[in-house]
T-cell receptor
Framework: GAGVSQSPSNKVTEKGKDVELRCDPI?????LYWYRQSLGQGLEFLIY????????KSGLPSDRFSAERTGGSVSTLTIQRTQQEDSAVYLC??????????????FGSGTQLSVL | QQPVQSPQAVILREGEDAVINCSSS?????VHWYRQKHGEAPVFLMI?????EQKGHDKISASFNEKKQQSSLYLTASQLSYSGTYFC???????????FGSGTQLTVLP
């Protein structure tokens, strides 16, 4: 596709349920990032993929959060046993190379997650 | 560690100038600037790579003082379309993540 695609655009779930958020990066982009943005707040780093491996998982807030990337393309962010504080917009971004090669990030429109 | 942005918010009239500052406690490899309009994805503005480097895009420019680990974004003769939240992102050390500041909300009034 022409840009980074995220699905679903909106997700409402009940506390305690698991959710999966999907990200389709721009074709050919090797780096993929997940960020979280709470209402009116900044962009909180969650995880970074280079290819299929995740050299930096330092931002995952708890062991309820996990992410994988397959085929160097699609990534899935899974949140288990969702809590109300997980409510936020989850943004995915991709880049052609790494930050050390000074590549800019292209962001998707995000998934608005609401945990009731 | 998250870079610090200031001010948190600024309101100006069309045609006025604004400066947004970004500072870090870490040695920086590069600084990114992004703009996010309400309900939309952040959009890339520019990357600054070297100490003292300045870049410009239309009437938006930025500087990077590597020694002070600071960057500033300059908006000249602001237009209504400049409204949005501006984020600086910093890359340091292992350069595996882009760490964003908390953002500066810019509102341009007619």
């Amino acid at each position: 596709g022409a840009g980074v695609s995220q699905s679903p655009s909106n997700k409402v779930t009940e506390k305690g349920k698991d959710v999966e958020l999907r990200c389709d990066p721009i074709s050919g982009h090797t780096a993929l990032y997940w960020y979280r943005q709470s209402l009116g707040q900044g962009l909180e780093f969650l995880i970074y993929f280079q290819g299929n491996s995740a050299p930096d998982k330092s931002g995952l807030p708890s062991d309820r959060f996990s992410a994988e990337r397959t085929g160097g393309s699609v990534s899935t962010l899974t949140i288990q046993r969702t809590q109300q504080e997980d409510s936020a917009v989850y943004l995915c971004a991709s880049s052609l190379g790494t930050l050390t090669t000074n590549e800019k990030l292209f962001f998707g429109s995000g998934t608005q997650l609401s945990v009731l | 560690q998250q870079p610090v942005q200031s001010p948190q918010a600024v309101i100006l009239r069309e045609g006025e100038d604004a400066v947004i500052n970004c500072s870090s406690s870490k040695a920086l490899y590069s600084v990114h600037w992004y703009r996010q309009k309400h309900g939309e994805a952040p959009v890339f503005l520019m990357i600054l790579l070297k100490g003292g480097e300045q870049k410009g895009h239309d009437k938006i420019s930025a500087s990077f003082n590597e020694k002070k680990q600071q960057s500033s974004l300059y908006l000249t003769a602001s237009q209504l379309s400049y409204s949005g939240t501006y984020f600086c992102g910093t890359v340091s050390g292992s350069a595996r993540q882009l760490t964003f500041g908390s953002g500066t909300q810019l509102t341009v009034l007619p």
